[in-house]
Each structure stands twice: as C-alpha cells, then as structure tokens.
C-alpha cells in the first residue's frame, strides 16, 4: 500500500468516528448552537485540513478558482449559515460534503495506482547492474553505464539482460513478458541478438555488448513511459481549459445569486443556502479528474500487450485513424528471407554468393543476414577477404571494396544508376543483383515468408472501415503477389523513402489520420511524417522507433487491432464522463437555483459523480482480449 493511501484512509477513519461521535452525542444532548458548531468542528478540521493547503497553495500559484477553494467556499458558508437569522444549521453537511470528497479522492488514490502499476511494470525492467567480464575471465558486477560495446557480460538464471547483445556462450530461456506481454518464454542459443529488459530464466549465458547501456532497448523504452504523460489528448486538453473559464464563472454566478434574488425577494439565509449548494454542485473534480484518467488507464493497458504508446495524445489518434499504409519487408512479412535460387554469369554459385555475402557482412538487413546465412553453408564469412570503402545506399543497396574490386549488391535501381543492364528472372521473389564496375556478375533470388496474422489483420481492419495501402521498394511482382495473399485494397511499388513519403501525403484526404506502420531504417522518414507512426519494435530498427508514436514490441501485426480496440474503447468512456457529468451538474444547478436541491444531492452531483466517473475510467485497465 503506498503512503499516500495509507494517509488518506487513516484521515477518514479518523474523520467518520469524529463524526459519528458528533452526531450522537448532537442527538442525544441539547446543546446551544455555538456548541453544536463546536462539535462539528473537529471532524472539520480531520477532513478538511489538506483540502485548505491544497487551497492555499492554489492561491498562492495563482489558480484561485479550483475544486479545493470552492469546498472551502461552499463548507464555511455551510458552518455559518446557522449563525444567520430564521434559518437552519448544516453542520452536518458542512461535514458530510469534505468526507465524501475525501471518499472520492482514495478512489483516485486507487485508480492512479491500478494504472500506474501498468505503466510501472515497464520500468521494472531497467537493470540494476551488469556481470562484466575482464580479460582474466573474473567477472564483477559494475554499474550498467560503465560497460562498452564489445564488453562480454555474464547473464546468470533470474538475471535481467543490461544491455542489448549477441549470446557467444551458452542457451536459455527468457521471460520477455515486461517488454512484449507474451508469456511464452522465448528460446535463445549462440548467434541470438538479446534485448535488454528480458529476465534470463535458466541456464548462464554469456553476451558480447552490441549497444552502450544509454542506447540499448530498455532505457528506450524507460524513457518512453517517463515522457508519455506530456502528450495529451484533445479531450485532456479540452477539460484543462474549460475547467480555467468555467470554474471562476460558477464562482461569479453562485455570488449573484447570493446577491440579487435577495433584493427582490428578500431571505438572504436561503438563497446564500442555494448558492452553497450551486458552489458545491459546480466543482469540476469529476472531469478534471477521471477524462486524464482514462487515458492514462488506456496507455497502460497496451502496455500490458506490448503496445507502448508515447502518450494520451496517440492513443486518441489511434481511435481516428482511416487510413493505414504498411512497409512490406518485417512488417506484412517475416523479414526472414532465405536463399532459393543463385543465377550466375561469370562466377560460379559459391562465388557470387560470396561476392554478396562478404559486401553484406556489417548490414544486419533482413536479407544481408540471409545472404550471409546462405553462404556460412558453404563457407566461414571470416576469411582472408578484405573488405573496406561500405557505403550503404537507401533504397538502392550496398557498395565495397572487396579486394581490389568494386561491387556493387542491390536491386533493379542500383544498376541502372551505375549503367549496368541485367538479366530478367522468372522468378517473383525478391532479386538481389551483383555487378563490378564495369559487367554484371549475376542474381541472387531471395523468398520471404508472409507473417500468419497477417491477411486476418488486415480483413479486420477493413471491417473497420479502414482503407490499407502497401508502400513498398520492391518490384511491381512481387508488391502484386503479396498484396493479393493478404487483401490489400492499394499497392505501390519501387518507391525510393522519399517516394514513400510523397505518396503518404498524396494518401491524406482533410481531416483523415494517416498511419504508417514499418520497422527498418529506411521507414524512419515516413513514420515521422505520417499522422501517426507504428513501429514494429521487436526487429525494428533504432530510428524507426526514435521517429514513431507506437511501438509494437513483439512484431504481431495484430497487435494493431488491439491498439485500436483500446483507444477506440479509452475515447468512448472519456466522452461518457464528459456527458454524464455535465449533464448531471447542469441539472442539478439549475434545481439549485430554484430550490428543488438540498444540500445532499449537490453532494452527490460533486463527488458522487467524481467516484462513477472514475470508476468508470477504471474500464480502460480491464485486459479483455
């Protein structure tokens, strides 16, 4: 239990004996009026003491007109208005209205903590140090920050990974439910790439340091969550503006009607009465309180599924989206691409794929790895081969000095920059041409495999209504093929990151949200522009992540669903909370103003509706697949 609820159930245990004892023995005794107020001062004071520093504080920063100055306001009226000629007490209710406020504060106490207790889940996964290994093979353990790329580091069982890294020894399985919420425990060996954040369940593993601690995923996503707070939703905003007009304009009009209707009609007790209760009716806590609220449950519900959304004001994009363009490779496929056909004009097979392989060795590209996957079947990557001069060209491909040669790996594109005419393949899958400077050396025929949720995906999304576009650097085949085997109603094919983005602008029709969802480097440029980003993080690359609004961490597209599920969900209650409660509140005013409204049900209206209303916020943690 923390200390703030703690406090706060402690103060209202306090409060409500006070009072009952105050009741009683008011009851019981007959006591003058001054006493009375006497006795019903103490369980005041109990309730009402933080809600007069929140006030004071309000005061002091220059936000006069908040819920707490108005309870001050209404409470005191209350406790005076016995004093006043021809009319009657309301101790009780002077009492009554800051113990029920107090109620409806532990119940957002307890929502805060159900929805931080989500969000926090995530940063339990920063590690507190790291098992490195120095060159005489003793290991100590060592802040995380003071380990270096290439460092080995020892992940013994129940351990949490530091940093992210490529496993050299050993084979275990990892809990990677803070970072994907999968439960499953994902199986690792020798060659596997680790991501800090994972808990290592058994066996010790040994880990050569591919990224600096500051850089690795989980300080990624720690310092996602941190900042997640400073993106509101529209909705949020709304109510943080509305709240600074409209609560000085209730305070004006509870003062008018103290002021005027007794001019005409004389009885200043009962329309100071009806303006206490118009004061107390008035308070915005039920809006201010549970609309942030429920987006903040709805962020950290996604998070229970591996969805981190960088703040409110995303997720409530996610619930307007119309229209969602998809990268091909990694994001509607696999990303696992392997070797299927080597077509060869002046080399044989082994050496054309070692010619591609050996240009490939530092890009970890889905089909680099392939390519270096298909040759370490033949041979050792590792050999007397000098490599130098790697230039990486978006869109286009690779180019190196393998030896004293010039070679050139890439697509169609690549070689008609370079004047080089190629050879046309029967096959649809994607081709990957190798040249020298001067001749061209043959093809390489690489298949990639369809994701299995992918075609349900996007079924689904079109039963939303939602149009699905493929934006992809490939050929026109194969962007045909696969758009076919999973539905896609639009494709474009051999766009350059620029072109992508040109089309994605070209996509936006007025006020219609565009998504983008991809996962390499190349997609970082058109996740930034896009209305709304997404991600997918589990082979993603760091700029795709740094330039997108969602990340999806397990890379299951249907996690896209889900997302929009929970904020089409997290909008629907905010907008019930904003329309109960208004109307509510406006109802009961205006019985206030006629008299129709003790004192109880302003209290019901004010606090009452604050505890549904977050309540109801509450239904945004409920993890109902």
């Not at 009806?274 to 004061?279: A, C, E, N, V």
């Not at 029709?509 to 480097?521: K, M, T």
């Not at 409204?597 to 606090?607: G, S, Y």
Request: aromatic share 8%; glycine share 6%; with cysteine.
């Amino acid at each position: 239990m923390s200390k703030e609820k703690r406090n706060k159930i402690i103060q209202l245990v306090i409060a409500i004996i006070s009072f009952g004892i105050a009741i009683l023995l008011d009851y019981f005794l007959t006591l003058s009026i001054e006493k009375r107020a006497l006795l019903y001062l103490i369980p005041y004071v109990v309730a009402a003491y933080d809600v007069y520093i929140e006030a004071f504080m309000g005061i002091k920063n220059g936000e006069i007109f908040d819920e707490h100055f108005l309870l001050c306001v209404a409470s005191i009226g209350a406790l005076c208005i016995g004093f006043l000629p021809n009319s009657e007490p309301e101790f009780l209710e002077a009492v009554f209205v800051l113990i029920f406020f107090q109620v409806g504060e532990l119940f957002e106490i307890i929502a805060e903590d159900d929805s931080e207790k989500s969000i926090n889940a995530l940063l339990e996964i920063r590690p507190d140090y790291a098992n490195l290994e120095g060159d005489d093979k003793k290991v100590k353990k060592v802040s995380p920050d003071k380990v270096k790329v290439f460092d080995i580091i020892v992940v013994n069982p129940g351990e949490k990974i530091p940093m992210d890294g490529e496993i050299i020894e050993g084979k275990s399985s990892l809990n990677t439910v803070a970072l994907t919420g999968e439960s499953a425990p994902l199986s690792v060996d020798v060659g596997d790439y680790v991501m800090s954040g994972c808990i290592n369940i058994n066996g010790s593993i040994r880990i050569k340091v591919m990224k600096l601690f500051e850089e690795s995923t989980a300080s990624k996503i720690i310092d996602m969550v941190e900042n997640s707070t400073e993106n509101k939703a529209s909705s949020d905003k709304f109510i943080t503006k509305f709240a600074r007009v409209y609560t000085p304009l209730v305070v004006l009009l509870a003062l008018l009607i103290f002021l005027i209707p007794p001019l005409f009609l004389g009885n200043y007790a009962l329309w100071l009465k009806r303006s206490l209760t118009f004061l107390i009716v008035s308070c915005p806590c039920a809006l201010v309180i549970s609309v942030p609220l429920s987006y903040f449950g709805g962020v950290g519900c996604a998070s229970k599924r591996g969805i981190l959304i960088k703040g409110a004001y995303y997720l409530e994009k996610l619930s307007k989206v119309s229209t969602i363009a998809f990268d091909k490779t990694g994001t509607l496929t696999k990303g696992t691409f392997e070797v299927v056909a080597i077509h060869p004009e002046e080399y044989n097979e082994k050496e054309l794929l070692h010619l591609a392989a050996h240009v490939e060795k530092n890009s970890n590209h889905p089909i680099a790895n392939s390519l270096k996957e298909a040759y370490d079947k033949y041979d050792n990557l590792n050999d007397s081969c000098k490599i130098k001069d790697i230039e990486e060209l978006p869109g286009l491909g690779i180019k190196a000095k393998v030896n004293k040669d010039i070679i050139y790996v890439g697509n169609k594109k690549l070689m008609d920059s370079i004047n080089i005419k190629i050879k046309n393949c029967k096959h649809y899958e994607t081709v990957v041409h190798i040249a020298k400077k001067d001749s061209y050396l043959g093809h390489i025929v690489i298949s990639d495999i369809i994701k299995e949720d992918t075609k349900k995906t996007i079924e689904t999304l079109k039963s939303k209504n939602i149009k699905t576009v493929m934006l992809t650097g490939d050929t026109k085949d194969i962007a045909k093929e696969v758009a076919k085997d999973v539905g896609i109603d639009e494709y474009y094919y051999e766009l350059m990151p620029k072109d992508k983005v040109k089309k994605l602008t070209e996509l936006k029709q007025d006020d219609s949200c565009v998504a983008f969802v991809g996962d390499g480097i190349n997609d970082a440029p058109v996740l930034s522009r896009s209305d709304l980003g997404i991600s997918m993080g589990g082979l993603g690359s760091d700029a795709a992540i740094e330039a997108s609004n969602v990340v999806i961490m397990d890379d299951n597209i249907s996690k896209i669903i889900d997302a929009i599920n929970i904020s089409k969900k997290t909008e629907l209650i905010a907008k019930e909370n904003i329309s109960f409660t208004l109307v509510v509140k406006l109802c009961v005013m205006v019985a206030a103003f006629f008299g129709y409204a003790p004192m109880a049900l302003a209290i019901f209206a004010d606090v009452g509706v604050t505890i549904i209303a977050i309540l109801n916020s509450l239904r945004t943690l409920r993890d109902k697949k």
